[in-house]
C-alpha cells in the first residue's frame, strides 16, 4: 500500500475562532472517509497511530483540534483551563467541520468519537445537525459516573458557582497539567505502558498542548449537555446506525449511562470490552484488535 498523505493547517469558524484541522489521506483510492471527534484534553499527534490504522484501511481521516484545546485558540487567558460556554458551540464546531471543511474523496462519512467527543457526537446525530453514515463511539461521556442524586446536586452548585460569576475559576480538585503528578500506576485511561509514556512525551516536546482540569463553566455546560441527551434520546429511532464501544472498568465516565442509552435509542448497539480502561485506542493490543475487529466488521454493513 502506498503511503498516506498528511495535511495539517488552521481554519477559521464562523465565529472567528482559529481551530487546527488535519486531514489524512489514504495513499490509495479511499473506501471511506472517517471523522475523529477527539476527547477532552486531546489533540491531533495524539491520534498518530489510529490515523495510519485508518489510512491502512483505506479510509480518509479527519480530525479538529477543539477550540480551548491542543493549538486551536483557547478561551481565557490561563490557558491550561479547560472552558467552555455551553456545549452547542462544540456541537456548531463539528457541524461546521463535517459540512464545510471536510470534503470526502469517495465512500460513507463514519464518525469515530471519544468520551467527550462521543457525546458532542451523540448529540449533534440525535439533533439531526450531524448525519454520518454511521457512528462509533468509544467511552462516550452521557454522564459521568455518580448517582443521579450525586448528579442533580453537582448539576445545580456548577450553575449556581457559574450564575454567580465564578464560572472560569477550577473546579474543585482541578489544577494545572503537571509532569511531576503523572504516574502510570492505577492510571484510569490505559493499561498500556508504552501508549501512557508516548502521550506525556508528545506533552513534554510540545508544552503547548497541554490542558488542565475544568472550570465551573465547563462543569455547568456539561451537567447541562448530559441532560439534553438524556431527553433528546428518549424513544428515538431511526438515527444513522450506531456501535457504543463501553470500556467496562472505565472509571471516567458512566457505563450504565452507555447502557442505557443503547437500550433507548433503536438501532443503537452496545459492544463491551472486558478489562479494558477509558481510553479504548491507547490501551493493549489486545484490546485494540478486539476494537478493530468490531470497527471492521460495522463498516461491513454500511
Same mark, same amino acid.
Given at each position: 500500500?502506498?503511503?498516506?498523505?498528511?495535511?495539517?493547517?488552521?481554519?477559521?469558524?464562523?465565529?472567528?475562532?482559529? %481551530?487546527?484541522?488535519?486531514?489524512? $489521506?489514504?495513499?490509495?483510492?479511499? &473506501?471511506?472517509?472517517?471523522?475523529?471527534?477527539?476527547?477532552?484534553?486531546?489533540?491531533?499527534?495524539?491520534?498518530?497511530?489510529?490515523?495510519?490504522?485508518?489510512?491502512?484501511?483505506?479510509?480518509?481521516?479527519?480530525?479538529?483540534?477543539?477550540? =480551548?484545546?491542543?493549538?486551536?485558540?483557547?478561551? /481565557?487567558? #490561563?490557558?491550561?483551563?479547560?472552558?467552555?460556554?455551553?456545549?452547542?458551540?462544540? +456541537?456548531?464546531? /463539528?457541524?461546521?467541520?463535517? !459540512?464545510?471543511?471536510?470534503?470526502?474523496?469517495?465512500?460513507?462519512?463514519?464518525?469515530?468519537? #471519544?468520551?467527550?467527543?462521543? #457525546? @458532542?457526537? &451523540?448529540?449533534?446525530?440525535?439533533?439531526?445537525?450531524?448525519?454520518?453514515?454511521?457512528?462509533?463511539?468509544?467511552?462516550?461521556? +452521557?454522564?459521568?459516573?455518580?448517582?443521579?442524586?450525586?448528579?442533580?446536586?453537582?448539576?445545580?452548585?456548577?450553575?449556581?458557582?457559574?450564575?454567580?460569576?465564578?464560572?472560569?475559576?477550577?473546579?474543585?480538585?482541578?489544577?494545572?497539567?503537571?509532569?511531576?503528578?503523572?504516574?502510570?500506576?492505577?492510571?484510569?485511561?490505559? =493499561?498500556?505502558?508504552?501508549?501512557?509514556?508516548?502521550? #506525556?512525551? /508528545?506533552?513534554?516536546?510540545?508544552? !503547548?498542548?497541554?490542558?488542565?482540569?475544568?472550570?465551573?463553566?465547563?462543569?455547568?455546560?456539561?451537567?447541562?449537555?448530559?441532560?439534553?441527551?438524556?431527553?433528546?434520546?428518549?424513544? &428515538?429511532?431511526?438515527? *444513522?446506525?450506531?456501535? @457504543? *464501544?463501553?470500556?467496562?472498568?472505565?472509571?471516567?465516565?458512566?457505563?450504565?449511562? $452507555?447502557?442505557? %442509552? *443503547? !437500550?433507548? &435509542?433503536?438501532?443503537?448497539? $452496545?459492544?463491551?470490552?472486558?478489562?479494558?480502561?477509558?481510553?479504548? %485506542?491507547?490501551? @493493549?493490543?489486545?484490546?485494540?484488535?478486539?476494537?478493530?475487529?468490531?470497527?471492521? =466488521?460495522?463498516?461491513?454493513? %454500511?
Amino acid at each position: 500500500m502506498t503511503a498516506s498523505k498528511s495535511n495539517i493547517r488552521m481554519e477559521t469558524a464562523p465565529d472567528g475562532a482559529r %481551530l487546527r484541522i488535519g486531514h489524512w $489521506q489514504t495513499g490509495v483510492r479511499p &473506501v471511506g472517509t472517517v471523522i475523529l471527534v477527539h476527547g477532552r484534553t486531546e489533540f491531533l499527534e495524539k491520534y498518530a497511530e489510529v490515523t495510519a490504522e485508518l489510512n491502512h484501511r483505506g479510509l480518509d481521516a479527519w480530525a479538529m483540534d477543539w477550540r =480551548g484545546q491542543g493549538l486551536s485558540d483557547r478561551f /481565557l487567558n #490561563h490557558s491550561q483551563k479547560g472552558h467552555i460556554d455551553r456545549f452547542d458551540t462544540y +456541537i456548531d464546531d /463539528l457541524v461546521w467541520f463535517a !459540512n464545510d471543511i471536510i470534503d470526502p474523496r469517495a465512500g460513507p462519512v463514519v464518525v469515530l468519537a #471519544h468520551s467527550m467527543g462521543g #457525546h @458532542i457526537a &451523540v448529540r449533534a446525530i440525535l439533533e439531526g445537525a450531524l448525519k454520518p453514515k454511521g457512528l462509533i463511539a468509544t467511552a462516550p461521556m +452521557i454522564a459521568l459516573p455518580m448517582t443521579r442524586l450525586g448528579a442533580l446536586g453537582a448539576g445545580l452548585l456548577s450553575r449556581v458557582v457559574s450564575g454567580a460569576g465564578f464560572g472560569e475559576r477550577y473546579g474543585p480538585g482541578m489544577a494545572d497539567y503537571d509532569s511531576a503528578r503523572v504516574r502510570f500506576e492505577d492510571n484510569p485511561l490505559t =493499561g498500556d505502558r508504552d501508549r501512557f509514556d508516548r502521550i #506525556h512525551v /508528545l506533552l513534554a516536546d510540545n508544552p !503547548n498542548f497541554a490542558l488542565g482540569g475544568v472550570t465551573w463553566g465547563w462543569l455547568n455546560a456539561a451537567f447541562r449537555s448530559m441532560a439534553e441527551i438524556r431527553r433528546l434520546s428518549r424513544g &428515538v429511532s431511526g438515527m *444513522c446506525p450506531a456501535r @457504543i *464501544c463501553t470500556p467496562m472498568d472505565d472509571r471516567v465516565v458512566s457505563v450504565d449511562a $452507555q447502557t442505557r %442509552l *443503547c !437500550n433507548t &435509542v433503536g438501532g443503537w448497539e $452496545q459492544i463491551r470490552f472486558e478489562d479494558a480502561r477509558h481510553e479504548l %485506542l491507547m490501551e @493493549i493490543d489486545d484490546i485494540r484488535n478486539r476494537f478493530w475487529s468490531a470497527f471492521d =466488521g460495522f463498516l461491513r454493513t %454500511l
